[in-house]
């Protein structure tokens, strides 16, 4: 008996060996990745050979999965294991049949079985740790990357599966603001494969969030050289380009791009699109929506090209068509950061901000922690929340008349678009001359609400209390105006205020108080030469009136900073001369150029200033022209996005600087604090 069990062994080995032996070609086809042939293999050794071969199937069911027939191959692992069941190997291929389908959490659950069972074995480990990678849980992954590699020292596949946990932790601590971890993990992705490429293209997206853009662009002219030229890279420059303020050359490196798909013709349209952000922020718009309408011509189905188009037109400040078109690419791709935060934007500039708003919640719903939506909350907040203000300064003129001012603001939102103000204001007036001493009081309420995108309403109601030499006035004073938005590069404003004089002591004690109806035009045209004048119509309590026209004609060198220098031309004059109590000509014009510098309104400053300087000549009457010339020099500092503080000084020896013509100076200081955690 024991012989014949012994001659049955060895009759069982010689045919296993030589069914091995007749599979061999099958298993270099899976080694070398050409799934489809040895599927075709498989299937006819198990058609014409052995159909039950345990191996033969096994293969067929690998074979068939990784050329994509996911399906199938786990019905061919399903019956193995009604045959075999409990078969370690069988179950640690139907685990990876659950990868290949994308079924990561009930793979995670057959692993974590299978490492019960046998927890040194290889495979379970690594697919695993694939597992839990593929749910993003990238520090577990590598736990159990390492117990792998303690199994087999050096194993490319666990190295690979190493690599990409750790560019997708390292990845997931960028999102969330953790950029040392990060670059930790780059720094030992590359010691592992030295200049991988794509851990050199995180690296680089790591420096543009840490804005150190110099080694960004280092980086990616390194990329140049190991890719021969990727587009992704040419378009990476042309960002980093962009973010150095060097809009031209961005230019240059989005037309490489474009020359860089003749060998990757696959990369056209992304390549195109990049040329388009490229012109778009050089303001060729012209150009831009010409290509952009040439590549929709050639992909008419892209939502890629509307989603541009959509982008553009923000740009091109024709904010309502932007958003309708937001909207409309969302429709096709709901979770699209680009269409999310984009639609955002458009609303944000017409101030729909409810609207605005959902779509920023939308875009953290898709991506959870995102740095531009959360910087886009803060926006809001910095729009909507609470927020005081004061101003304190001191003024004199030449007249020998000198003033200390205090102010101080307080606003809320009652609902997102109508905001509520309340501010009080105290002058203290005194004269050299007459050693007189008069003060004015007043308190004010406004509201300012968005009615429409185009149009703007806001009004303030106060009370001015006058404390003159001899005795006191209340005044109850208005201010309404309407602002139209006439097109995207055009608004006026049409106002009618009532306030009182109060410049000097002798003013106050005049009682005078004033009637202003007064119509703003104001014209930015989109090759950066703007227009903005205001026409006033006075009328005084003492029956005196006042017709005045100021015009400035200006270009926009910059717009953050703010460059801009230009020609101001100012007329004036008065019905009947009282020049006794004020500066009233019935004739005066005034010509000056100016420049202007300041960062005042770009974001994340933390030193502001602004300069300002002009000088031109006057005539008043029929004088002869005199020579005029002003100053304003502004620092302050920005702590936080919600808090700063201004100090500034200004000096004028124009006639119109003060209400009684002498030369103007001025210096004082203003804090703004914007409660935002209160949003």
Known sequence: MKHLVLFLFCITTVLYSRAQDELKPGFKMLENGKFDDAALFFRKYLDTQDSANRTALLCYGRAIGLSGQVPQAKKVFENLLEKYPGDFEISLNAAEALMWGKEYALAKTWYERLLLEKPTDFA?????????????????????????????????????????????????????????????????????????????????????????????????????????????????????????????????YADKAIASTVTQPEKYLKARLGRITALG??????????????????????????????????????????????????????????????????????????????????????????????????????????????????????????????????????????????????????????????????????????????????????????????????????????????????????????????FTAGLIDNNLKLKHMIATYNLNTDIKLGLYSQYYHTVYSDGNSRNLLFASLYYNVMAAPVVKFGFNYSSMGFKKQVPQVYFSPSKFSGYELFGLVENLQVPRQKILYQLLGAAGTQRIEQEGGQSTYRFTIAAGYRPATNVEALAYTLYSNSATSSVVGYTYQETGIKVKWILAKKY
């Open 281 to 502: 922020w050089n303001e060729k718009f012209k150009q831009a929506f010409a290509e952009l309408d040439s590549l929709q011509r050639q992909f008419p189905e892209s939502n890629d090209v509307l989603l541009k188009r959509a982008g553009l037109l923000t740009w091109n400040k024709e904010y309502g068509r932007s958003a309708g078109l937001f909207k409309q690419a969302l429709a096709e791709q709901p979770s699209s950061f680009d269409g999310n935060l984009g639609c955002a934007d458009a609303l944000f500039a017409q101030e729909l901000d409810d609207e605005s708003k959902k779509y920023v919640l939308k875009t953290l719903d898709y991506y959870p922690n995102q740095k531009d939506a959360k910087d886009f909350l803060s926006r809001l907040s910095l729009r909507h929340a609470p927020a005081f203000s004061t101003h304190d300064f001191y003024s004199s003129d030449k007249g020998g008349n000198s003033s200390r001012n205090y102010q101080v603001a307080g606003s809320t939102d009652l609902i997102t678009n109508v905001r509520l103000t309340a501010e009080y204001k105290r002058r203290e007036a005194k004269s050299a001359a007459d050693k007189s001493y008069a003060h004015s009081e007043s308190f004010g309420l406004s509201l300012r609400w968005r009615f429409k995108p185009y149009w703007l309403i806001s009004g303030t109601l106060s009370n001015a209390v006058l404390k003159g030499l001899t005795d006191n006035h209340n005044h109850l004073l208005a201010d309404v105006a309407s602002e139209f938005k006439l097109t995207k590069n055009q608004s006026l404003e049409l106002r009618y205020q009532t306030n009182v004089e109060n």
């Open 124 to 252: 379970a480990n690594l697919g695993y740790a694939n597992a839990l990678c593929s749910l993003h849980d990238y520090a577990k992954g590598l736990e159990y990357i390492d117990k792998a590699l303690n199994i087999q020292p050096g194993n490319t596949n666990a190295l690979i599966s190493g690599k990409y946990a750790r560019l997708g932790l390292a990845d997931s601590y960028a999102k969330n603001q953790q950029y040392m971890k990060a670059a930790i993990l780059l720094e030992d992705v590359l010691h592992t494969f030295n200049n991988d490429r794509e851990a050199l293209f995180a690296k680089a997206q790591l420096k543009i969030m840490l804005e150190q853009f110099e080694e960004a662009q280092k980086i990616n002219n390194d990329l140049l050289e190991i890719t021969k030229g990727q587009t992704e890279v040419y378009l990476n420059l042309s960002y980093i380009s962009f973010l150095r303020k060097n809009k031209k050359l961005a230019l240059v």
